[in-house]
């Protein structure tokens, strides 16, 4: 009796020292791979905030890898496959170039895109509906979007007949936004001047050729690089005089004259609820692709004053916002 009561004790406190010892195993806290061709804090900072209000606190429960590639597609892929070495739960890629080098690098972990022009044309989804593969998250997808911002600087620009279109052709995805603009250009009968730079350095360049080509307003297609140098686009169309029309809100709030698309805060705080949904357990093949349902029309009349442009009162009515 004494050697089964000895023995049932014995059994309890190392059951005891067992489960104190599981209690005090620190729980495993999600790491996420945060991944971009290169740096736009307003951006960045939007997904953090999503992170936020979803109770995620960076360094307590979940802990966030930044790796910005500085505009270098070499260094971006080491960047993708120094993710996947740290076995990261999710990589989270902005940009058709950091989408693609996040997909060569891996075929199991979880990739949420924030924002992206064409996900099936593109191939990274094989349906917005069901994804399937390891890819999912939001896109700025839409067939009328790139013919109305053609439309509204023709309705602001009167007797509008060429314009010059910015885009950079390292950004395959880019390539689709081209095509909706010059679908519109043929529907209202404008004449479209195609340029192109690949850094900053070809930028000013790209300005010339399009006061060379007699362009009376430009359309940029939104890139990772123009993002980072907004600034500087921003002051050469005031410099060159040239109307300026973009799909992302904060190039106007950086001096650009216009812009009509989703706002792309919202679309990088949107991003964390994917995040969340995948570290709860959802598959990203299970995903729908997210598509904006609101588009808004950001007007900067400092620099419509700066450029001498006047903005009919039929434009500045539907505006969202107006920058005075």
């Known amino acids: 009796m004494s050697r089964n009561i000895f023995s049932f004790a014995l059994c309890a406190l190392l059951f005891a020292l067992c489960s104190s010892t599981e209690a005090q195993q620190p729980k495993k806290i999600p790491r996420i791979g945060y991944l971009r061709f290169i740096e736009v804090p ?22 966030v890898e930044y790796r910005y590639a500085g505009g270098n597609l070499d260094r971006l892929a080491e960047f993708a496959l120094e993710l996947v070495n740290l076995n990261v739960d999710v990589i989270v890629a902005s940009s058709t170039q950091s989408i693609d080098a996040a997909r060569r690098a891996t075929k199991t972990i979880p990739i949420v895109f924030p924002v992206t022009f064409d996900p099936v044309a593109s191939g990274f989804v094989a349906s917005l509906a069901r994804p399937g593969g390891n890819l999912t998250g939001l896109s700025t997808v839409h067939p009328d979007v790139a013919a109305k911002r053609v439309e509204l600087l023709r309705e602001t ?26 679908a ?30 007699k362009a009376g307003a430009l359309i ?45 805060a919202d679309l990088f705080r949107r991003a ?12 990203p093949g299970d995903l729908p692709v997210e598509q904006p349902t609101k588009f808004e029309l950001v007007i900067n009349l400092k620099t419509a004053n700066q450029i001498g442009v006047l903005i009919p009162q039929s434009v500045l009515y539907r505006a969202d916002k107006v920058i005075k």
């Open 42 to 63: 307003v951006l960045d900072a939007a997904f953090r905030k999503g992170l936020s209000e979803l109770g995620y606190i960076e360094g307590q429960n979940i802990h």
């Open 184 to 213: 519109g250009a043929k529907q209202f009968g404008v004449r479209l001047q195609i340029l192109e730079a690949r850094s900053p350095n070809e930028l000013e360049e790209a300005f010339r050729a399009a006061t060379k080509g």
């Open 272 to 283: 964390a609820t994917y995040v969340d949904k995948i570290l709860k357990g959802a598959k």
């Open 157 to 182: 620009i009167p007797g509008l007949s060429r314009m010059a279109v910015l885009r950079n052709p390292t950004n395959s995805g880019s390539q689709f936004a081209l095509k909706g603009t010059e």
């Open 220 to 264: 940029v297609i939104v890139d990772a690089l123009f993002a980072a140098e907004q600034k500087q686009i921003a002051n050469l169309g005031i410099e060159h005089r040239l109307p300026e029309m973009f799909d992302q809100n904060h190039f106007v709030e950086a001096g650009g004259l216009m812009s009509y698309g989703a706002n792309p």
